[in-house]
């Protein structure tokens, strides 16, 4: 199993930047991909904001509108999002994911999620 866990949320006025960081422990070495979703207020659906993996290609959303940058560093078993210019609309719970595949099984791992709240 691998445990997900995020951080680096908060306040931040229109225009501002933030990053949030994704640290994975566990059964690490099974994890193929990562990625970072949001669920707005109110929403009961999560979007995919932007996901990365080995020999796989970096996916943004489109709202994301090269605002956004997804990282990842393998040796620390973490993965960040770079988020600039934010914007109302991009108030929301982001969560982290880990995809990962062990014997063949692909399994998702999540986290509690961060939340981010534009606002002036």
């Known amino acids: 199993q691998v445990q997900v866990a995020e951080s680096g949320g908060g306040l931040v006025q229109p225009g501002g930047s933030l990053r949030l960081s994704c640290a994975t422990s566990?059964?690490?070495?099974?994890?193929?991909?990562m990625g970072w979703y949001r669920q707005a207020p109110g929403g009961n659906r999560r979007e995919m904001v932007a996901t990365i993996g080995s020999g796989l290609p970096t996916v943004y959303a489109d709202f994301v509108k090269g605002r956004f940058t997804i990282s990842r560093d393998n040796a620390k078993n973490s993965a960040y999002l770079q988020m600039n210019s934010l914007e109302p609309e991009d108030t929301a719970v982001y969560f982290c994911?880990?995809?990962?595949?062990?014997?063949?099984?692909?399994?998702?791992?999540w986290g509690q999620g961060t939340q981010v709240t534009v606002s002036s």
């Open positions: 994911n880990a995809e990962t595949i062990r014997y063949g099984t692909r399994s998702p791992y």
């Open positions: 566990g059964d690490t070495d099974s994890i193929i991909a």
